[in-house]
């Protein structure tokens, strides 16, 4: 803690002398050259899930043709007949091959689909203005549904900005928020696309898009949604990029890829508890060529923050021929009422015996945590202090920082809001939130818009995120 | 992600960071190379998305920083004095962060690096002990020896009169 003006005209001295760095043209090319030649070397690709994290494929293949196997040869001419497929190399593709390689080989599923001739072609383009959508492919299995997109005729907007301290954000010590602090900048949600899945045959849809690519002819991404429930549906896509907007519908079907999947409802009563009364219960398996999906209930109170799920406390698995596979997605769906989640895990393609292990999982715990905006407020949460390392304030925008050891208690905070010296308080809605995770600390932050005029004494959360630990071991049914 | 859209509002900072703890530009440059090209290698094992970014990116150099000192180590500083005038005059926002990381600069590396790691970067005493691989008590002698120093420089830069000496 600071102990004299000397030492706290130091540490915000030596601060923004840190924070006034810009960076060195001659560092900036070496950079460049170095990632372009790491990624050349090692092929390695990675995607942004909303959960579990992804492993990426080892390097990047050149699409090679279609094989020519009889039996893919008749689904090829079934499929051309109602849904034309991809034919010849996408890595050809001027421009954009080398991005939509990358999105279908870093995908057992997608690359399996591929490499049987069961992508469908895109069929579909909409525009406004001078914004052109084009579905460029979709693969429709038993595990999900995925959009291959381009986008192009608007320009790319730029990234990210630092906070009002040009700090990197995260990093700053504490300081009490105060109205002379210079605004923040406001955060640069159009950097991206906007694309979802609105709806399937006319029911809404949940989707998770992966980091879409800029390239010279726009932008290139894909957007996923859960699998068809039938062997055709119409697809609904709301974009939203650059002040556009539209939506366009059209036919995707899985019936191909249907024929080598095979699902295995889990016997009547696979079921076991976690601490704390956290229920799962084992519903089916979906086995395909490329991948096995495990699709089971938890029953527990929601978290509805967000949080990293590395280490072990949260590990779930497949253990089979001596060997453990990680899942490489990870999705799940809430009920109505809040009180269970639907989980689909995939994992690689697993053939012969094997086991689901579950070590734990995340519940939400109602509680009342309250940080005084000062340096070093600290709260507790089973024992392990959570601190406030950082806040700031601007007058509309709000920034709150946070670190606690890592630990297989809890996994952090949600439900935040602030308040005022009168006691009046303001509930945090998120412009950005974000959890990092290192084998020692974890580091939540928050940003939020306040109303003009409040000013925040105390930021609070009203729930944790707690660990219900396992382990819990299922047979795979076949 | 587009790594290098999230990386360019951070990299100004990484530099200088790694100028404060490696002392020169050469190795805070192959510290930042170094750093940035692990941290691209790895992007698929950041959570926490843009958000988490900087402070991601960050430790990835502070560990390639501690690499680097590590190296060095065998070397004995000469003086608490850096006669290496490597550590170079950069100016910062203001006159006063100018200043201070001038007189900073102006100290030996091991006083240099415990005042960087300490009022720049939050380490507390048992977490520079842990970076530099020294002694707890040799962190507080170095902080306390490099508190004085500065302190005696600063009130020679406002005027308060003391002979200048060699420490």
């Known amino acids: 803690m600071m102990s004299d003006e000397f030492e706290v005209r130091l540490e915000e001295g030596l601060k923004r002398w840190a924070s006034a760095g810009e960076a060195t043209p001659n560092l900036d090319e070496l950079i460049k050259n170095g990632m372009a030649k790491g990624a050349r070397a090692s092929g390695q690709v990675a995607s942004e899930r909303p959960t579990v994290a992804r492993k990426p494929w080892a390097r990047l293949w050149a699409l090679r043709p279609v094989r020519a196997a009889a039996a893919t040869a008749a689904l090829a001419v079934v499929l051309v007949g109602t849904f034309p497929t991809w034919a010849g190399a996408v890595a050809d593709w001027p421009l954009i091959g080398p991005v939509v390689t990358e999105i279908v080989m870093q995908d057992a599923g997608l690359k399996w689909a591929y490499e049987n001739g069961l992508i469908q072609k895109g069929i579909a383009e909409a525009r406004d203005g001078e914004m052109v959508f084009k579905v460029l492919g979709v693969m429709a299995d038993p595990l999900r549904t995925t959009v291959i997109y381009q986008i192009s005729g608007v320009p790319g907007t730029s990234g990210a900005k630092t906070t009002a301290t040009g700090a990197a954000p995260g990093d700053s010590k504490p300081v009490p928020a105060t109205e002379s602090d210079p605004p923040l900048p406001a955060p640069d949600t159009a950097a991206w696309p906007s694309v979802a899945i609105a709806s399937v045959d006319g029911q809404g849809a949940a989707s998770w898009q992966q980091s879409p690519v800029r390239t010279p002819l726009g932008w290139v991404g894909a957007i996923s949604t859960y699998a068809l429930e039938k062997d055709s549906a119409e697809l609904k896509l709301e974009v939203r990029y650059g002040g556009h907007r539209l939506s366009l519908s059209f036919q995707a079907s899985r019936a191909g890829a249907a024929r080598f999947a095979r699902e295995v409802k889990a016997p009547v009563g696979s079921q076991g508890q976690l601490a704390d009364g956290v229920t799962v219960t084992l519903d089916s398996v979906i086995y395909t060529p490329a991948e096995t999906l495990v699709k089971y209930d938890v029953k527990k109170p929601m978290f509805s923050g967000g949080y990293s799920s590395g280490g072990t406390s949260l590990s779930h698995y497949i253990e089979a021929g001596g060997r453990r596979l990680d899942p490489v997605q990870s999705h799940g769906g809430w009920s109505a009422d809040g009180s269970s989640v639907t989980m689909f895990e995939v994992f690689p393609a697993v053939s012969g015996p094997a086991k689901f292990v579950i070590n734990g999982d995340v519940y939400g715990k109602e509680t009342l945590l309250t940080w005084d905006l000062t340096a070093g407020s600290k709260q507790s949460v089973d024992g392990a202090p959570v601190t406030l390392t950082d806040a700031h304030w601007d007058g509309a925008r709000f920034q709150a920082q946070w670190t606690f050891a890592t630990n297989d208690k809890f996994v952090g905070m949600a439900e935040f809001d602030v308040v005022d010296a009168s006691g009046q308080a303001y509930p945090l809605k998120a412009v950005s939130e974000g959890t990092a995770r290192s084998s020692q600390q974890v580091t939540k932050t928050i940003v939020a818009e306040l109303p003009t005029g409040f000013h925040p004494v105390a930021v609070r959360a009203h729930q944790v995120g707690m660990i219900a630990a396992g382990p819990l071991v299922f047979d795979l049914p076949r | ?167």
């Open chain 2, 1 to 167: 992600m587009d790594f290098m859209e999230w990386l360019r509002p951070h990299q100004g900072y990484l530099e200088r960071v790694a100028l404060a703890l490696l002392g020169n530009r050469a190795d805070a440059e192959d510290a930042v190379q170094e750093a940035v090209l692990d941290a691209y290698r790895n992007r698929h094992q950041l959570r926490g998305g843009q958000a988490a970014f900087g402070a991601w990116v960050r430790r990835i150099l502070l560990n390639q920083c501690r690499r680097a000192i590590a190296k060095r180590r065998g070397l004995v500083p000469i003086g608490d004095l850096a006669e290496n005038a490597a550590v170079q005059a950069v100016p910062g926002p203001d006159e006063e962060a100018t200043d201070l990381w001038n007189m900073v600069s102006r100290l030996g590396e091991h006083l240099r690096q415990v005042i960087v790691l300490h009022y720049m970067l939050d380490y507390s005493q048992a977490e520079i002990a842990d970076y530099l691989g020294i002694p707890l008590g040799t962190v507080k002698s170095r902080l306390g020896k490099a508190l004085s120093i500065l302190r005696r420089w600063d009130r020679q830069e406002e005027g308060i009169g003391h002979d200048v000496g060699r420490v």
